[in-house]
């Protein structure tokens, strides 16, 4: 099985910034896509940014231009830069991995625990 744990989170001030990592581990024949959901106390859990295998990569609107994600495939990681950082972007944040079994037969998504990330003067 997969498991995913991300770290990089923490308090930062207003326009400062901050780089989450996520790490996934196990036994899997390959991840797909991946990617970084947030969820804000009271709020629904929203994508953040998410990429593919083949480098593809989709932001959501209130990010764009200031975060990045990247993927190193070999390693199994992946990473959201985060620039310009804005109180709203307070939020816990969620790594994702939509992972192919071992065996090739199926696709599921994995979740990591959660860090968080607290943007206040």
């Known amino acids: 099985q997969v498991q995913l744990v991300e770290s990089g989170g923490g308090l930062v001030q207003p326009g400062g910034s901050l780089r989450l990592s996520c790490a996934a581990s196990?036994?899997?024949?390959?991840?797909?896509?991946m990617g970084w959901y947030r969820q804000a106390p009271g709020k629904q859990r929203e994508l953040v940014a998410r990429?593919?295998?083949?480098?593809?990569?989709n932001y959501a609107d209130s990010v764009k231009g200031r975060f990045t994600i990247s993927r190193d495939n070999a390693k199994n990681t992946v990473d959201l830069q985060m620039n310009s950082l804005k109180p709203e972007d307070t939020a816990v944040y969620y790594c994702?991995?939509?992972?192919?079994?071992?065996?090739?037969?199926?696709?599921?998504?994995?979740w990591g625990q959660g860090t968080l990330v607290t943007v206040s003067s």
């Open positions: 990429i593919t295998s083949g480098g593809s990569t």
């Open positions: 994702n991995a939509a992972v192919e079994s071992s065996s090739g037969s199926y696709y599921f998504e994995v």
């Open positions: 196990g036994s899997f024949f390959s991840i797909n896509a």
